[in-house]
């Protein structure tokens, strides 16, 4: 450990005490984060890139751009390092393996390039934030809770030996879903087992803040248990919160610390990961409201966790950063076909979420070089223009309807797709700001039904009627469709915020189905 602390310190010396001063006096300054999973780093690069070079690289792709934080995940079940406490990720007990299947090879370079780099003396993450420190970059350590990647294969080679070996600690032991392999937390051994990794990033480490992600993958209590959980895990945010304090000290700057937790209150609430609660006692610095994976969440309350976490101790926690949390996938449904976020798609994202309150958007599995539709082109536009409001409010923008991947038991998804026109549903849009001029234009697309091609339908927005506007030429940017209608929009009754599209045909109309719905601005 003590060759890795060696360089950090040697690499950043004296710049630690400038630029932290600089990161927390702008806490929710303009930005946007990035978070670097555990694999992908050692999964897309050769041998021959697993250099001081190249990790300084890794990093220089995004100084000068829009990016204020990278997040480095530096674990799932194992960790992506030599670690002293958990298995390193190609450690092998003796019955694991890798599947050989399509996924095989990469699988393999995750495990070889960690190891390389681990031969070489280079710890990537002690590099990745001393060089973000340079880069004027806010690095932050994104520690996976409950990650339960391939547990429908026992045997798999990301599994941990201490998962292996004690299927008592899951939470439904027995259990042959991805969830019910997940830890339960209820169990002492299994948080003094995460505590332990914790102490080990904080010591190892210095980092600006460390953030739990509770989203991977979400479920931590036994079915039925989640209300005795929140307790639980509150109370494991109050050690971790004494750690990070502790580390404050010795470092000589704050280390802040943050949560993922479910896009609803009280989904988060209901799973036991009670951000409101973390909030107001001040055990975070930093919530992200965020789907689990299937989804992008275009319907995220904002407002409504401001005012819950404010709504008692006279605002104490209101201050608390919050940084809303957008998948890089789009789903109009759950069992949907899956399709790609774009440039347009996050901007409108970005657009309602900062206009509800939120400080920061957060990308996930928004990774180079081309995590996105638009490829590199339009990776490099989402760094190089940013995120701010007055950026995306003045840009082309989508507002696609979805629904909410992770809810508590009993709650709805939200889904409001597919959808029979004859019974004319009405969709909800949140759109941030109204535009003052350009065109607003709703698009409709239908799966295969009879006489798709002909059908008509009629649009109302906010009660006002919608021109029809020639079909869109192409659908595949709608899974499931076989047709996509455009209608435009008056632009007097488009609103801030909600708005309300109210799609119908005639009752006697041969039955349609839709299966995406989204508005378009172009300002």
Not at 266 to 273: D, K, R, V, Y
Not at 433 to 441: L, N
Not at 448 to 454: G, Q, R
Request: some cysteine.
């Amino acid at each position: 450990m003590q060759k890795y602390n060696a360089l950090f310190f040697h690499t950043v010396g004296t710049l630690v005490p400038l630029v932290v001063v600089a990161v927390y006096a702008c806490a929710a300054a303009p930005g946007f984060i990035i978070n670097e999973d555990d694999s992908h780093f050692f999964m897309t690069r050769e041998p021959e890139a697993m250099t001081l070079e190249e990790l300084y690289a890794f990093v220089d792709q995004y100084a000068g751009t829009k990016v204020s934080h990278l997040f480095l995940c530096p674990n799932a079940m194992k960790a992506s390092y030599r670690s002293e406490v958990w298995d390193a990720i190609w450690d092998l007990a003796p019955n694991q393996r890798i599947k050989e299947d399509d996924a095989a090879p990469i699988a393999k370079r995750w495990m070889s390039n960690a190891k390389l780099l681990d031969e070489r003396g280079l710890d990537p993450y002690a590099v990745w934030i001393a060089r973000c420190r340079e880069k004027s970059i806010s690095p932050w350590l994104s520690m996976r809770m409950n990650d339960v990647h391939n547990v429908d294969d026992p045997d798999s080679y990301i599994h941990s030996r201490f998962w292996m070996e004690h299927p008592e600690y899951w939470r439904i032991p027995g259990g042959t879903g991805w969830t019910d392999r997940a830890f339960n937390y209820a169990i002492p051994e299994v948080r003094e087992h995460h505590l332990k990794f914790i102490r080990e990033l904080l010591d190892r480490y210095d980092p600006d803040g460390l953030e739990l992600d509770w989203m991977r993958f979400g479920y931590h209590f036994a079915p039925g248990k989640e209300a005795e959980g929140r307790d639980i895990l509150t109370g494991f945010m109050k050690e971790v919160r004494a750690l990070t304090r502790e580390w404050s000290e010795k470092r000589g700057h704050p280390i802040q610390l943050g949560a993922r937790v479910p896009t609803l209150p009280e989904s988060a609430h209901g799973l036991g990961m009670d951000g409101v609660t973390w909030a107001r006692e001040g055990l975070v610095d930093m919530l992200v409201p965020t789907p689990f994976w299937a989804t992008a969440d275009f319907d995220i309350p904002i407002e409504e966790w401001r005012k819950q976490i404010a709504a008692e101790k006279e605002g104490t926690g209101a201050s608390v950063v919050l940084a809303a949390g957008i998948e890089v996938l789009l789903r109009a449904y759950p069992g949907a076909a899956q399709t790609l976020n774009d440039l347009e798609s996050v901007r409108g994202f970005a657009a309602s979420c900062l206009h509800r309150g939120a400080d920061r958007i957060y990308t996930f599995n928004y990774m180079d070089p081309a995590p996105m539709a638009g490829g590199e082109a339009a990776y490099r536009a989402l760094l190089e223009q940013g995120l701010e409001l007055d950026t995306v409010a003045g840009l082309p923008r989508r507002h696609p309807v979805t629904y909410r991947d992770t809810v508590a038991p009993g709650m709805s998804s939200g889904a409001v797709l597919p959808a029979n026109p004859a019974a004319s549903p009405e969709f909800k849009v949140h759109i941030g700001p109204a535009p003052k001029k350009g065109s607003v234009t709703f698009v409709a697309a239908l799966a295969d039904k009879p006489d798709a091609a002909t059908a008509e339908v009629t649009v109302l927005l906010n009660g006002a009627a919608c021109t029809p506007l020639s079909d869109l030429e192409a659908v595949s940017g709608f899974p499931g469709a076989v047709r996509a209608l455009a209608f435009g929009c008056p632009l007097p009754a488009v609103k801030d915020g909600y708005n309300t599209v109210t799609v119908s045909c005639a009752p006697e109309s041969p039955e349609q189905q839709l299966v995406w719905a989204e508005l378009r601005i172009a300002p």
